[in-house]
């Protein structure tokens, strides 16, 4: 019987200290690793991180018997914190975004890039149409698949809530 699996004592709470820090470890790469596709850093990383460490060591201590051995531990592990990271970046992403498509923004976009008067127009008529297409062209669900995409919704945040919604 390994020290996780008694779940007491201070071998047990020893061997979650050090199972915590390697989580922390590799919560914080996996996080620095994809943070940037969610426009995410400084402090607000790392502390996605360690919630990430904090909820696989939970998820860890709960399926420690179901561990077969049939790979390292610490690659065991690595699998239960890269799925709770994935978990984390999805909430937050969701919790954060604003997936409504603002044309009048959209409209702006020949003003920010110094476009000419008539190429402004022809943007502007561009808009337009795209709206006209895309209200009444549309299926409810496409519109929200092309909403998130204009967006920047990540793809695996867009799968999920596409596949989660069938």
Not at 14 to 24: D, P
Not at 154 to 162: G, R, Y
Request: proline residues 4%; aromatic residues 8%; hydrophobic residues 45%.
């Amino acid at each position: 019987m390994s020290a996780l699996e008694g779940g007491r004592g201070p071998l047990y709470e020893q061997a979650c200290a050090r199972l915590h820090e390697l989580l922390v470890r590799i919560a914080m790469n996996e996080m620095f690793r994809r943070g940037p596709r969610y426009r995410i850093g400084g402090p607000e990383l790392n502390d996605l991180a360690y919630q990430a460490a904090a909820d696989a060591l939970m998820r860890i201590t709960k399926k420690i018997p179901q561990f077969r051995g049939g790979a390292r531990f610490t690659t065991w592990a690595f699998r239960f914190v890269v799925l709770e990271v994935s978990n984390i970046l999805d909430r937050h992403f969701r919790r954060v975004s604003n997936t409504q498509l603002d044309f009048d923004e959209l409209a702006q976009v020949p003003d920010r890039s110094g476009v000419d008067p008539a190429g402004h127009w022809q943007a502007r008529e561009l808009v337009e149409a795209t709206r006209n297409a895309v209200e009444t062209a549309l299926t409810a669900r496409q519109r929200r698949v092309f909403t998130a995409v204009i967006n920047g919704v990540p793809l695996e945040t867009l799968a999920s809530e596409v596949f989660s919604a069938k």
